[in-house]
Nanobody, 117 residues
Framework: QVQLVESGGGLVQSGGSLRLSCAAS????????MAWYRQAPGKQRELVAA???????NYADSVKGRFTISRDNAKNTMYLQMNSLKPEDTAVYYC???????????WGQGTQVTVSS
């Protein structure tokens, strides 16, 4: 198990930027595959970006070129830099830590991102 705490969400206008952080504790952070998911009201949770224990990254097509996922193993923290935000990016963003398949393992409590037009 790993405890995850997201931060950095908030209200931003279209075209603006936010940087989300996910601080982890309780296990060896470097061993985990990490990912950001998001869920909008009435919609299912979707994968936004993932970064493996080997620092291989993957992005949803909707955020490619705008979002950047990274991790700092020395700080036990994962980040999501979000640029050129759009109203359709509005959602609760969750971090996930998994020793196996993405989406398994542990979840944070989520942080709200709201993008106004």
């Amino acid at each position: 198990q790993v405890q995850l705490v997201e931060s950095g969400g908030g209200l931003v206008q279209s075209g603006g930027s936010l940087r989300l952080s996910c601080a982890a504790s309780g296990r060896i952070f470097s061993a985990y595959n990490m990912a950001w998911y998001r869920q909008a009201p009435g919609k299912q949770r979707e994968l936004v970006a993932a970064i493996s224990r080997g620092d291989i990254t993957n992005y949803a097509d909707s955020v490619k070129g705008r979002f950047t996922i990274s991790r700092d193993n020395a700080k036990n923290t994962m980040y999501l830099q979000m640029n050129s935000l759009k109203p359709e990016d509005t959602a609760v963003y969750y971090c996930n830590a998994a020793l196996g398949i993405a989406g398994s393992g542990d979840w944070g409590q989520g942080t709200q991102v709201t993008v106004s037009s």
